[in-house]
């Protein structure tokens, strides 16, 4: 499986970007989806997950009640809705996908996608 992550970019403090993360190759197997981002000089940190199902959604702090996680599994895509975007939000956005048991964790993740800025100006 390969992941495709697009949608990022610049916006203004206050704005939405929606993220998107397309899955190709063999995708049969049933795999939960996550979303992580790093800033410049800062490690690799969890943003939201979503199981197979859709019925489980996780989300650090930070983001909760602004940013909501889904996923088509019919298309093999999952997407990240941004929303009331902060400075503080500015990094590379990765898709990832996995079977862990942490899906919480980039431990949880077997498979990236290769990033997508997101950039916010205040």
């Known amino acids: 499986v390969q992941l495709q992550a697009s949608g990022g970019g610049l916006v203004q403090a206050g704005g939405s970007l929606r993220l998107s993360c397309a899955a190709s190759?063999?995708?049969?197997?049933?795999?939960?989806m996550g979303w992580f981002r790093q800033a410049p000089g800062k490690e690799r940190e969890f943003v939201a997950t979503?199981?197979?199902?859709?019925?489980?959604?996780d989300y650090r702090d930070s983001v909760k009640g602004r940013f909501a996680i889904s996923r088509d599994n019919a298309k093999n895509t999952g997407y990240l809705q941004m929303n009331s975007l902060e400075p503080e939000d500015t990094a590379v956005y990765y898709c990832a996908a996995g079977s862990g048991a942490r899906p919480m964790s980039v431990g949880g993740y077997d498979i990236w996608g290769q990033g997508t800025q997101v950039t916010v100006s205040s």
């Open positions: 190759g063999r995708t049969s197997r049933r795999y939960h």
């Open positions: 979503i199981n197979w199902t859709g019925h489980r959604r």
